[in-house]
């Protein structure tokens, strides 16, 4: 497991997945804005690779994230679109809505930038999120990701086009202990 100081980074668990998906992936509204696409309805045994981590595939590490503390349930994170030519990845993640607000996001992203800059050897790591998703711009920013850009009207969400800001963070920029 990975660890930071208040979550844990560890392997999708068949336990996990139920909570995963009435909680995040049957919220339309949440789906619909943390996704980037069109919500749908998952079958309760669909091999849904927002459920069910396919291994296989070299581009995206799945995480669930517990508390250190009890190891109760989080939420999820990931890695994904890793590309070990130009050495890049973005970052995923999506909180359970009672875990939110808790200063856990922050922490989830320091340890996906370990994971990526230490494990991995990355020398990039990329966040796109929508405009008004303060607290996952702040979880960016606390952990050194600088604005690089808007892109303007670039998501559809729920009946409007919002913009996305795209948030970058350099192996040479990072400071592991910078969220305090
Ligand atoms: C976005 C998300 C991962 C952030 O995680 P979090 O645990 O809620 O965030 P934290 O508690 O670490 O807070 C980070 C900062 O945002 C602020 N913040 C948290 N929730 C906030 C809110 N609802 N409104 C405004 N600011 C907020 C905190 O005060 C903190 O600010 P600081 O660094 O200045 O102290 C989480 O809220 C979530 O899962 N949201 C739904 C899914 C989602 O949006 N995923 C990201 C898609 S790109």
Redesign the pocket.
């Known amino acids: 497991m990975l660890r930071g100081t208040k979550v844990g980074l560890r392997a999708r668990h068949e336990d996990d997945i139920p909570i995963l998906r009435t909680e995040l992936y049957d919220d339309v509204a949440?789906s619909s804005?943390?996704e980037g696409g069109p919500w749908r309805p998952i079958k309760p045994d669909a091999n849904d690779p927002r459920l069910v981590v396919d291994d296989e595939n070299p581009g995206v590490v799945s995480f669930s994230v517990v508390e250190l503390e009890g190891g109760t349930l989080v939420?999820t994170a990931n890695l994904w679109g890793i590309d070990n030519h130009n050495r890049c990845a973005h970052i995923?993640?999506?909180?359970r809505p009672s875990?939110?607000?808790?200063?856990?996001?922050?922490d989830?992203v320091a340890t996906l930038c370990h994971y990526g800059f230490v494990v991995r050897g990355l020398q990039r790591l990329q966040?796109?999120?929508l405009s008004d998703?303060?607290?996952?711009l702040?979880?960016a920013e606390?952990n050194g990701f600088v604005r690089e850009g808007v892109l303007r009207s670039s998501s559809w969400v729920m009946g409007e086009f919002m913009d996305e800001v795209l948030l970058g963070l350099l192996v040479q920029d990072w400071k592991p202990d910078s969220t305090g």
Not at 99 to 106: A, I, L, P, Q
């Open positions: 949440g804005r943390a939420g995923g993640l999506g909180l875990c939110r607000g808790k200063g856990y996001g922050t989830v966040i796109e999120t998703n303060v607290a996952m702040r979880s606390r």
